[in-house]
Structure formats: structure tokens, C-alpha cells
């Protein structure tokens, strides 16, 4: 039979709650038979209290990561911009797997809409320790374009400050982009109607501010202007 680790709390003289160790080892006569035991005693306070700081501490990270993941799409890089982590959001929207995504990087999700001087302009920023943010066009794995807001965050180690993670969050706002294109075009139509009318139509709004002109006043105003020069 070996030894018995065993803890307890114990009130000392002033009140104060302690925690003890005790580890007791049996004793055996000739028969083998337990006729006693020799027992230590420690005061663990101070690790138990760590012990129990680290634990609060690593619920209080799970709650705060619950609730970034519930908002936001994550993911951390290395510095060379190998995936190491996405969150659930992540790969729901990139229609990619975390098995998939791990140890790829971000080009596994380039829809090609941005310029080569557009990547060039984050990398530089992020690897000078600069936080980047815009929006990015993205393409997920079955070939649906989604939009997002997307900030990047250096982060550094603390031995010598170099960077060596770089940690990502972004909000979906393919919606809002969808919305906008639509209104874009319903512009475009617009004005290509009131082009197409032969009458002069200049839209103002409630403060008497021009808001846009068809084709015919924009000639008649051009005309004009040019025999007020003469």
C-alpha cells in the first residue's frame, strides 16, 4: 500500500480559513495488518489560493471567449500568416472546416477583388507592429462571396517584444454590401430614366440642395455657361 494524500480547511486562532496537506502513510505489523499510520502536515494556503485565482481566471477567459465568439469571426496567425486557430464563426461563414484551415493561410479564402497593392499595404502595416482594418471581399470554399469588417492585431511575445502572432476579428457585413449594391443600381437606373427624358429635371432636397441633374439640364447649363463667357 502506498501513501494518502488528503486536504482539508482548518479555521486558525484568528478565524482565518487555511488549507492543509496531509499525506499519511499506513503501518504494517508482521501479519500485515494496519496497526497505525504516520501522517505529515503542510499548509498549501498560498498554492491553493493560486490554484484557485487560475482557475477563476481561466472561467472568466472561456466567458469572454463565449461571447467574442458569439459576435465575432476569429482567427490568429503566425508571422508568416499560417492559420494556428479560427473560431466556429470562422468556418461557418468560410464554409471550410478547422482540420482545412489550420496551417493554411488567408489566400485559401481570396475571392481576387483586391489589388496586390491592397495586401502589400497590410502586411507592411501589421508587420511593423501597426493594427490594420477595412473591409475585405472573401470567397468561401463552395464559391459564395462574403463580406467583412476585419481588424488585425499584432501580438507580441514577451521575451525580447517581437512579434509573433498576429489575431484577427471581423464582423459579416456581406448583408449591408448586398443592400448597397442594390441601391447602387437602382441608382444607376434612375438616372439613366431621367437621362432618357428630353425635359430638364433637376432634383432637389428638403433644404434646396441639388441632389443630381438629367442629361438635358446638364447641356442646357453647359450651353448657357459657355454664351455667358462669350
Known amino acids: 500500500f502506498g501513501g494518502y494524500d ?12 487555511k488549507w492543509v496537506s496531509v499525506y499519511a502513510t499506513p503501518l504494517f505489523n508482521c501479519e500485515k495488518k494496519i496497526y497505525g499510520a504516520v501522517a505529515t502536515f ?13 482557475k477563476k481566471t481561466h472561467h472568466e477567459l472561456k466567458q469572454k471567449q463565449f ?20 473560431n466556429e ?6 464554409e471550410y472546416s478547422q482540420t482545412e484551415l489550420l496551417g493554411q493561410d ?5 475571392s481576387g477583388h483586391h489589388s496586390k497593392f491592397f495586401f502589400q499595404n497590410l502586411y507592411s502595416k501589421i508587420q511593423s507592429g501597426e493594427i490594420w482594418h477595412s473591409e475585405m471581399k472573401n470567397i468561401s470554399k463552395y464559391g459564395n ?15 525580447d517584444g517581437a512579434i509573433d502572432h ?5 464582423t459579416d457585413i456581406t448583408r449591408q454590401k448586398k443592400e448597397q449594391e442594390e441601391l447602387d443600381k437602382s441608382q444607376i437606373f434612375a438616372n439613366a430614366v431621367i437621362d432618357s427624358v428630353s425635359a430638364h429635371i433637376c432634383v432637389l432636397n428638403k433644404k434646396g440642395e441639388i441632389l443630381t441633374v438629367n442629361k438635358a439640364w446638364r447641356d442646357f ?4 455657361s459657355k454664351q455667358d463667357s462669350i
Open 106 to 110: 488567408h489566400r485559401i479564402i481570396n
Open 145 to 159: 462571396i462574403f463580406w467583412v469588417e476585419t481588424t488585425i492585431i499584432p501580438l507580441f511575445n514577451e521575451t
Open 89 to 94: 464563426k470562422f468556418c461557418k461563414i468560410s
Open 67 to 86: 461571447a467574442i465568439d458569439q459576435h465575432a469571426i476569429v482567427a490568429v496567425t503566425d508571422f508568416n500568416g499560417k492559420i494556428t486557430f479560427v
Open 166 to 170: 498576429f489575431i484577427s476579428f471581423g
Open 6 to 17: 488528503i486536504f482539508y480547511v482548518r479555521q486558525d486562532e484568528k478565524g482565518n480559513w
Open 42 to 54: 503542510r499548509e498549501i494556503t498560498k498554492q491553493k489560493q493560486v490554484e484557485l485565482d487560475l
Open 221 to 224: 447649363y453647359s450651353q448657357n
